[in-house]
């Protein structure tokens, strides 16, 4: 019982995953962290024709079934629940129930898909799987500023309002995080064209994981923009009096304010697709 509230709720989050890219982070760390269903057999199966769970043992031979996509390629179908599972085969069909990080594991360099007969699914690319993994970096790319540097700050012309509001709902699952900035940088050494600027201040007493916290702001802020373009990101810091941060402090307004605000830092990161 307690596991079918479980995939309950999973799934309503991949209904508002899907919808909003506000809920992706928590999205894809809860299922890296739970357990899917997946078809298969072993070496050992029987009855491969009956939708039953196969239990693996430590030597068994594994073989997942896949199915084709519309363009067809081959993909790796899984489930977050065994009700979804059921509704998605035409026949009946032996499935397994393993971790999802497990799953992730043995199945790496396959494409993989989500509720593939669901109205809400995901398609995960290789790639995907290895950031998920932590076996590379992703989209972030940290710089550190070696010299003084003429910048133009401003504000975007065109606000980026879909963006803002899915990271102010993000914003507010991260206590460690008491405000955030928007600002257009254009720093023509590096850039032709200006980038946003998204400016973190931050509580360093709360517990803070801030690689993983970058890299879920970025996801957010690029999954919400109507066109792809870069962002970059800066942790404010109130003890140096760079352009940056105190054009965004005394000159700009928090998208978003935690409800008691406290200190801050600084470093620069910049996501790309």
Same mark, same amino acid.
């Given at each position: 019982?307690?596991?079918?509230?479980?995939?309950?709720?999973?799934?309503?989050?991949?209904?508002?995953?899907?919808?909003?890219?506000?809920?992706?982070?928590?999205?894809?760390?809860?299922?890296?962290?739970?357990?899917?269903?997946?078809?298969?057999?072993?070496?050992?199966?029987?009855?491969?024709?009956?939708?039953?769970?196969?239990?693996?043992?430590?030597?068994?031979? @594994?073989? +997942?079934?896949?199915?084709?996509?519309? #363009?067809?390629?081959?993909? =790796?179908?899984?489930? /977050?629940? &065994?009700?979804?599972?059921?509704?998605?085969?035409?026949?009946?069909?032996?499935?397994?129930?393993?971790?999802?990080?497990?799953?992730?594991?043995?199945?790496?360099?396959?494409?993989?898909?989500?509720?593939?007969?669901?109205?809400?699914?995901?398609?995960?690319?290789?790639?995907?799987?290895?950031?998920?993994?932590?076996?590379?970096?992703?989209?972030?790319?940290?710089?550190?500023?070696?010299?003084?540097?003429?910048?133009?700050?401003?504000?975007?012309?065109?606000?980026?309002?879909?963006?803002?509001?899915?990271?102010?709902?993000?914003?507010?699952?991260?206590?460690?995080?008491?405000?955030?900035? @928007?600002? +257009?940088?254009?720093?023509?050494?590096? #850039?032709?064209?200006?980038? =946003?600027?998204?400016? /973190?201040? &931050?509580?360093?007493?709360?517990?803070?994981?801030?690689?993983?916290?970058?890299?879920?702001?970025?996801?957010?802020?690029?999954?919400?923009?109507?066109?792809?373009?870069?962002?970059?990101?800066?942790?404010?810091?109130?003890?140096?009096?760079?352009?940056?941060?105190?054009?965004?402090?005394?000159?700009?307004?928090?998208?978003?304010?935690?409800?008691?605000?406290?200190?801050?830092?600084?470093?620069?990161?910049?996501?790309?697709?």
């Amino acid at each position: 019982m307690q596991n079918q509230m479980q995939e309950q709720q999973l799934e309503q989050l991949l209904e508002k995953a899907a919808k909003e890219p506000a809920y992706r982070p928590e999205f894809l760390q809860q299922l890296l962290i739970g357990h899917i269903y997946c078809l298969g057999v072993t070496d050992r199966t029987t009855q491969p024709m009956q939708t039953e769970q196969i239990h693996l043992k430590k030597g068994d031979e @594994l073989h +997942l079934q896949k199915w084709k996509k519309a #363009d067809g390629t081959e993909a =790796l179908p899984f489930f /977050l629940s &065994l009700k979804t599972l059921q509704q998605s085969i035409e026949e009946e069909h032996s499935y397994l129930y393993l971790p999802t990080q497990q799953f992730f594991e043995m199945t790496l360099g396959d494409t993989l898909v989500l509720n593939p007969m669901s109205p809400y699914g995901k398609e995960f690319s290789p790639s995907e799987i290895r950031q998920l993994l932590h076996i590379d970096v992703g989209q972030v790319e940290s710089y550190e500023v070696q010299q003084d540097t003429e910048v133009l700050l401003g504000q975007p012309t065109e606000y980026p309002y879909k963006m803002v509001l899915q990271l102010q709902k993000f914003l507010q699952t991260k206590p460690q995080v008491q405000a955030a900035y @928007l600002a +257009l940088m254009h720093n023509p050494q590096r #850039d032709a064209e200006p980038t =946003l600027m998204i400016g /973190l201040q &931050l509580d360093m007493q709360q517990p803070l994981q801030l690689d993983q916290l970058i890299q879920q702001v970025g996801q957010v802020a690029f999954e919400s923009l109507d066109q792809p373009s870069l962002v970059d990101l800066t942790i404010i810091d109130d003890q140096k009096s760079d352009g940056l941060s105190r054009y965004m402090r005394e000159e700009t307004t928090p998208f978003y304010q935690r409800e008691q605000p406290e200190k801050r830092r600084g470093m620069l990161t910049r996501f790309f697709s």
